[in-house]
């Protein structure tokens, strides 16, 4: 049991010192998944099994000239860091996820604070959702778990209903 705990010793790359811009950045920064976040660094995390034996903030300019001598996952890391993500085909309707999309939020409960309860019947939130995406909203979030302190629990098949 104990050997089957033991794993090869695993690097991890985040992301990190996002800059707003790439502009007079020149080889110092990285896209994010090939889309408009920049970074100028990395924390190079490395573990053995469970336990976590190392990290080193890397600017990325540097990461560039030292990846090779890196073991082969964190290339593997690297790659899939800065790599662009497909686009989302749902049905007729591509969502790309190279740049920012709009988003529209439908709070489907009654004491919803941020509309005072308009759409917690489900017609009234499906129209709304609707009218959202004819004004160009690619992702449409619907609410439909009550707020407050103590929200009641809400499962994966109460949330789909809604």
């Not at 509309?115 to 489900?122: E, P």
């Not at 439909?144 to 009641?152: F, M």
Request: aromatic share 6%; proline share 7%; hydrophobic share 40%.
């Amino acid at each position: 049991m104990i050997e089957s705990l033991r794993m090869t010793t695993r690097t991890f790359l985040r992301p990190t010192a996002f800059v707003d811009a790439p502009f007079g950045h020149d080889g110092k920064v990285a896209r994010l998944a090939g889309g408009l976040t920049f970074f100028s660094a990395v924390e190079v995390i490395t573990w053995d099994g469970s336990r976590r034996t190392g990290t080193e903030l890397i600017g990325v300019e540097r990461l560039y000239d030292t990846l090779d001598s890196m073991p082969e996952d964190a290339a593997l890391a690297w790659q899939r860091l800065t790599s662009p993500r497909d686009a989302l085909q749902l049905g007729e309707r591509t969502i790309r996820l190279d740049q920012p999309q709009v988003m529209g939020i439908v709070n489907a409960t009654p004491d919803s604070f941020s509309d005072g309860g308009s759409y917690a019947d489900a017609g009234a939130a499906a129209l709304a959702g609707a009218d959202m995406s004819a004004q160009g909203a690619a992702i449409i979030d619907v609410g439909g778990n009550p707020p407050g302190p103590v929200p009641s629990p809400c499962g994966k098949a109460m949330s789909l209903s809604a």
